[in-house]
């Protein structure tokens, strides 16, 4: 069945880094759209980045612009999110996301704190 699972997450400082993974299986993989979303709870979720089935192509998050990267390999079936210079208001859970026409899959979410 149809698996993305997320990876990476935890507790870190002001101004640290992390790299989240998202592992996905079920599906072929390198014909989806993938996305990274975010959710602080009482807070809208938010699109963070998106990348393009051959990764040739990119989308953040105003919010997010100039600090976080994503990538992928699709010989892996691995999306990435690396994000830099993290702040509190970047607290929140981290959904990954794949995409094609009408179908659309959900992993199960990391938890993200900044606080120092």
């Known amino acids: 069945q149809v698996q993305l699972v997320e990876s990476g997450g935890g507790l870190v400082q002001p101004g640290g880094s992390l790299r989240l993974s998202c592992a996905a299986s079920?599906?072929?993989?390198?014909?989806?759209?993938m996305k990274w979303y975010r959710q602080d709870p009482g807070k809208e979720r938010e699109l963070v980045a998106g990348i393009t089935s051959a990764g040739d192509n990119t989308e953040y998050g105003d919010s997010v612009k100039g600090r976080f990267t994503i990538s992928r390999d699709n010989a892996k079936n691995t999306v990435y999110l690396q994000m830099n210079s993290l702040q509190p208001e970047d607290t929140a859970i981290y959904y990954c996301?794949?995409?094609?026409?009408?179908?659309?899959?959900w992993g199960k979410g990391t938890l993200v704190t900044v606080s120092g």
């Open positions: 079920g599906f072929t993989f390198r014909l989806y759209v």
């Open positions: 996301s794949a995409h094609l026409g009408i179908r659309n899959y």
